[in-house]
């Protein structure tokens, strides 16, 4: 069994905002009593819709953002307070990629200098070994000199994507947190940056965070997948077993929504209602409104976890009473 | 200038289809200030049909049809036809167009929430379609605008008469776009990336709801996306876009079975499989081409593992490879009984 | 909505609160006002009599509670040159002041919303570039060059209109046209940024896909779109009525409010400067809470809470 890089213990994230200009403050838990694992060199992915608090689950475990509840560890010792030394120290072995590469780079830097930035921050090496490794990291991204001195506005999506990797690889770190890293990009350039991470992942023996609303590519990347909904995880294990044969009911919507190419026979399951607002969570299964196999006592009590015997956790009340049968369909 | 397979696909079609295609684009080309983005199109849209027109940023999938309907900035300068039961459309006088625009074709776009009007009520945005269109004037408008608010599964359809669009969320304004749509009863509707912007269960919903839409209203659809799962599902018929033309066309379910054009056959290689055993990814290699630099020849020679001399100077018309199927590649079909059709025998009038 | 109106108004009142401190400590701090306008050579009596009768003999913070007590009291204190209330001396000359500034607001808007639309509408077009061109010169001139420059040409070489002060109606030509050039180029210029920004949004594409004609997709959907942003510049020209004159009123000698803010600094008479800057703050503030509301009005996203955050 090999060590954990990551580990999530029952991390809660609140914030207080209004709803429009004149309502009171309340709090919205964007993410509540997550708990999670990442194996080094392996990927786990985060699954979920706009407000089930994928992204700030990456953030909180990156750091960037404080929990309210929980704690979080970086190979078995806790995360450092933000903006200390030893903070900084730390983010040079965790980096995160997001979906917009544009936004992410310098407009008015060329890429070199921007992929050698973290070196001369850091005061690695000589100018010159500098620029001679970020050349090497541009050029195992697929990234070559002509690139290297362009702007960013003078690449195309996917080039970017590479160079934004390059840059955050540079430092050499443990952990990526990638946010929707390819949703941006046209399918066949999907395809190469999908390869690209996978390979890196293979060669530097990174862990990925590969946060995700895209099941394909999920499936593409990760051994172990954590899908959330309203802030909370409702089915976690390995990925092929969630996506050949999810046991949630969000899960198997999610599964079932998926649009693949060439017609398929499977019946797609149309969920009711809209994504909910955090802001106003339903009581019980936050996902009782728009469950179709919901059950009364959903409404008012909170799943627990159950761990089934393939090894996955579901907090799901109708998966509970199926149990004592072990049967895992509903 | 027009391609001479061009109206092939609408002669091709199954008898079922009506002899005379609704909607008829033939020799279609747009440049924006001398640089060609659209580069030939040709397409025939039957009446009640489903037509899901897939292509990566850049292939000119939505442009097209923003010509069709003369929604293009005057800096575009559009050439080749447009006909719509026979009608031209292009260079067509503005009244005439705004009663067909809306009308008869109707469209909805990607971002729904920037798509509505943010100071207008949305029952008013939906209302003006009735009003314009339809002859609806007066209470009557409020009570039909809540029947179609019905009809798309808009919930509380009566209070949401007055709600501004940023009281509601991307889905339920994706259904306020298709309601406002639907009001005046169009014969084609457009859709460019309806889904985009949504989160996977509200996708389905709102694919599902077109699907519902049209079968029962008899309505054609044109649905035009980025992702092949999307069209794959809602469409029975599948144009694949390239560089500002046409690769290839042919019925939904033989062409993910079968692709014929290599660029198609690149994307479906390259898309991760949701079933079966996992295997790395084929990338089609290199970059989608700017449109200011087109390669002389077919615009996915450079990156087509099939490429021969000529397909670098030549460019391939589309071609039938079989009944209802084309394909414009010279390398790919060439082994397949090949019969370009001849324009001058095949257009209907 | 009572919540935003309380908040707004104890903004404002907070406001203008700030700006009469500050100009009681920039005006009491800056020099002596005894010795300015009694002159250097006044014997020391006559200075300590003028400073006892005007409560400068007092501590600071006492003349100033002295003063926001008499506010409240709706006393402006009286004009140390002339005797009388400063209130009324100011109201005096707001009619004449409102003269040049209402009719000025009137041609920035008659002009330059107009000139803005247009040149939007017409992006790119010889118009469109000259009513650019003519919006740079006109606000980039200062008013008092244009001012010059008006009376040269035609109050002196054509000796068409009178040079400055007052009497007839063609004595307001001029100021009034100095005075609205500059803003009807700003709001020209702003006007036309507006309205292109809004052309651009996707629900305009929308409209015109809906089959409604172009004039009235620019009237029904982009104009009050472009409306919520051009509102903000209009505002601070409605509250600059009082007050934005006083460069012209000086070129032409107008006797309006901006002539007597100059007078009465130079003298050092501080009720009547005190009194026109607390009428200025009160009608900037106003003019923003006006604003406040309208953008409540024209802008729905602000004044009713989403669905969705």
Sequence with gaps: MTANILELHGISRSYSTRQGLFARKMPVHAVDEVSLSLQQGQTLALVGESGSGKSTTGRIALGLERPNGGHVLFRGSELPPVDTPAWRRMRTQMQMIYQDPLAALDRRLSILDQVREPLDVHDIASASERNIKALAMLDAVGLNASHASSLPHQLSGGQRQRAVLAR???????????????????????????????????????????????????????????????????????????????????????????????????????????????????????????????????????????TLPDGRSVACHAVDAAQPTKEVGI | MANPAGTAPASALPAAWSSQPLLMIEGLTVDFSGVQVIRGIDLTVARGASLGIVGESGSGKSVTWLAALGLLPRTATVSGSIRLDGEELRGAAATRLDRIRGGRVAMIFQDPSSALNPVIRIGRQVGEVLARHQGVSGSSIRA?????????????????FDAYPHELSGGQNQRVMIAMALAGKPDVLVADEPTTALDATIQAQILDLLTTIRRERGMALVLISHDLGVVSE??????????????????????????????????????????????????????????????????????????????????????????????????????????????STKVPA | MLRFAAIRILRAVLTIALVVTFAFLVLRLSGDPARSIMGDDASPEAM?????????????????????????????????????????????????????????????????????????????????????????????VPSF?????????????????????????????????TLGVGGAAVLARFVRSAMLEVLGQPYIRTASAKGIPWAAVVRGHALPNAAIPTVTIVGFMVGNLIAGSVVVESVFSWP??????????????????????????????????????????????????GAET
Excluded at chain 2, 273 to 293: D, M, T, W
């Design chain 3, 145 to 177: 060059v244009l001012g010059l420059v008006l009376v040269q040409v035609l109050a002196i070489w054509f000796a068409w209109l009178p040079t400055g002060g007052t009497g007839s109606l063609q004595h307001l030509i001029l100021p009034i046209i």
């Design chain 1, 168 to 306: 955050a690889l540079i430092m050499q770190p443990a952990l990526l947190v990638c946010d929707e890293p390819v949703s941006a990009l046209d399918v066949s350039i999907q395809a190469q940056v999908v390869n690209l991470l996978m390979d890196l992942q293979k060669d530097l023996r990174l862990s990925l965070l590969f946060i995700s609303h895209d099941l394909k590519v999920v499936r593409q990347v990760s051994q172990r997948m954590a899908v959330m909904y309203l802030g909370r995880i409702v089915e976690y294990g390995e990925t092929n077993l969630l996506l050949s044969n999810p046991t949630h009911p969000y899960t198997r919507a999610l599964v079932s929504a998926v649009p693949v190419a060439g017609r398929r026979t499977r019946e797609r399951i149309i969920l009711k209602g809209e994504p909910p607002n955090p802001a106003d969570r339903p009581t019980g299964c936050a996902f009782h409104p728009r469950c179709p196999v919901v059950r009364p006592e959903c409404m008012s009590v909170s799943p627990t976890f159950s």
């Design chain 3, 256 to 305: 309006g409010v901006g002539n007597l803010l100059v007078v009465s600094v130079t003298a050092r008479d501080l009720a009547v400067v005190q009194c026109i800057l607390l009428l200025v703050a009160v009608a900037m503030v106003l003019s923003n809470l006006i604003v406040d509301f309208l953008y409540g009005f024209l802008d729905p996203r602000l004044s009713t809470g």
């Design chain 3, 48 to 140: 300590a009599a003028f400073r006892r009768e005007w409560g400068l003999d007092q501590p600071l913070w006492m003349q100033y509670l002295h003063y926001f007590a008499a506010i409240f009291q709706g006393e402006l204190g009286r004009s140390m040159r002339g005797g009388g209330p400063a209130l009324d001396l100011v109201l005096g000359r707001i009619p004449a002041t409102l003269m040049l500034t209402l009719p000025a607001l009137l041609m920035k808007l008659a002009i330059g919303i107009p000139a803005g639309i247009y040149a939007a509408l017409h992006r790119d077009s010889a118009i469109d570039r000259a009513v650019m061109v003519t919006a740079v010169a006109g606000y980039t």
């Design chain 2, 234 to 343: 809602t469409c029975e018929r599948i144009m694949v876009m390239y560089g500002g033309r046409v690769v290839e066309t042919a019925p939904s379910d033989s062409i993910f079975a079968n692709p014929r054009h290599p660029y198609t056959q690149g994307l479906l290689a390259a898309l991760p499989p949701f079933e079966g055993a996992l295997q790395r990814l084929i990338p089609i290699e290199g970059q989608v081409p700017e449109p200011a630099n087109m390669p002389p020849g077919c615009p996915f020679a450079p990156r087509c593992p099939q490429r021969m001399a000529v397909c670098e100077v030549a460019i391939p018309p589309l071609a039938q490879t079989e009944a209802g199927r084309f394909s414009a590649c010279i390398a790919g079909p060439a082994k397949e009984a090949q019969q370009p059709l001849k324009l």
């Design chain 2, 144 to 160: 039909q605008t809540k029947r179609l608010f019905d009809l798309v599964g808009l919930p509380d359809a009566a209070r949401r």
